[in-house]
């Protein structure tokens, strides 16, 4: 785990290009550029930083990595309903209306339900291909990074203001 800060670091610094958003741009193309650099930096990083921190034998990881593959594309599909519902927000935050607000909220909440459905689906699958304390472990780092970059998205999309 030595490793792990420091690797959350770099994501930080990876992460921060997508300032835009907390600028108020109304530009729709920036803000997807910033999304989409912003999704390929934790890609490129995550998968570093899992097989640094979870101890695989050569036997688990090639059983692991297959699924894990698999756990990631899902993870994304997921995330880019999540990030559809940033970039409507962030190109409509001036003139959002109540209805709207409502509807980018309850989108927002479907994603975290089907987030949430996803690692409960993946659960088992890891089971098969790692001992449970490293599917613990890797479950933990994993949920770390998503949490990371849901703060870094968080706190650079401007609140709703009355």
Sequence with gaps: M?????????????AGCSTVMAQGAANTAEIDKDLQLMRRDLRSEKKKIIAVNVPFTDVEATKFWPVYDQYAAEMTRNYDSFYGVIKDYAANQKTLTDAQAIKMIKQWADVQVQLTQTRQKYIPLFEKVAPGRKVALFLQIDRRLYGLMDLQIASAIPLVIE
Excluded: N, P, Q, Y
């Design 2 to 14: 030595k490793h792990f800060l420091g690797s959350m670091l770099i994501l930080l610094v990876a």
